[in-house]
Antibody, heavy 115, light 108 residues
Framework: EVQLVESGGGLVQPGESLRLSCAAS????????MSWVRQAPGKGLEWVAS????????YYVDSVKGRSNISRDNARNSLYLQMNSLRVEDTAVYYC????????WGQGTLVTVSS | SSELTQDPGVSVALGQTVRVTCQGD??????ATWYQQKPGQAPLLVIY???TRPSGIPDRFSGSSSGNTASLTITGAQAEDEADYYC???????????FGGGTKLTVL
């Protein structure tokens, strides 16, 4: 089955770190540009970060740049998002999405940043 | 970065045609991409490129663009089309993505 499955979300305190994972299956992962998109509770979608197929180029929204790192392990068919110095405003469901147009999404993992 | 503007809410009678619009400067350079999101679900790609539907998306969904405005048209809206619709596009750098705030479509 073609799917993306996110994990790693949870409740953390402001200033802490978290690493999100996205496991891909059913397709040739190395062929696809991959991204993270988030959605705060009751709010709209926000692009967070993207990475090219070989991991050589990475892009970030300004609000996470410098405290987040998107990476991938093509041998393990996995995408990651390391988030540091987490803020209350990072609270959201984080989705991984496949391709340039995000034709495939995972079910999301909830990150809650609260003291 | 640029911004995309959508009407917060639109309604349509069952079987009628509705247009959901998205405005922004980046749309002069890049096509909009449209996503449908139902409560508790991940977004679903419905239109990308000039006017391309992924496999499985009904042909009642179509996209168009003029100047700084992109539109998603649903011709013959069905009850199952009630959802939030988001537009997105690349920003001026081409490497970043911006979203509209979303439009809640109500089918009456």
């Amino acid at each position: 089955e073609v799917q993306l499955v996110e994990s790693g979300g949870g409740l953390v305190q402001p200033g802490e770190s978290l690493r999100l994972s996205c496991a891909a299956s059913g397709f040739t992962f190395i062929n696809y540009y991959m991204s993270w998109v988030r959605q705060a509770p009751g709010k709209g979608l926000e692009w967070v970060a993207s990475i090219k197929q070989d991991g050589g180029e990475k892009y970030y929204v300004d609000s996470v740049k410098g405290r987040s790192n998107i990476s991938r392990d093509n041998a393990r068919n996995s995408l990651y998002l390391q988030m540091n110095s987490l803020r209350v405003e990072d609270t959201a469901v984080y989705y991984c999405a496949r391709g340039f147009y995000w034709s495939l999404w995972g079910q999301g993992t909830l990150v809650t940043v609260s003291s | 970065s640029s911004e995309l503007t959508q009407d917060p809410g639109v309604s349509v009678a069952l079987g009628q045609t509705v247009r959901v619009t998205c405005q922004g400067d980046s749309l002069r350079s890049y096509y909009a991409t449209w996503y449908q999101q139902k409560p508790g679900q991940a977004p679903l790609l419905v239109i990308y490129g000039k006017n391309t539907r992924p496999s499985g998306i009904p042909d009642r969904f179509s996209g168009s663009s003029s100047g700084n405005t992109a539109s998603l048209t649903i011709t013959g809206a069905q009850a199952e089309d009630e959802a939030d619709y988001y537009c997105s596009s690349r920003d001026s750098s081409g490497d970043h993505v911006v979203f509209g705030g979303g439009t809640k479509l109500t089918v009456l």
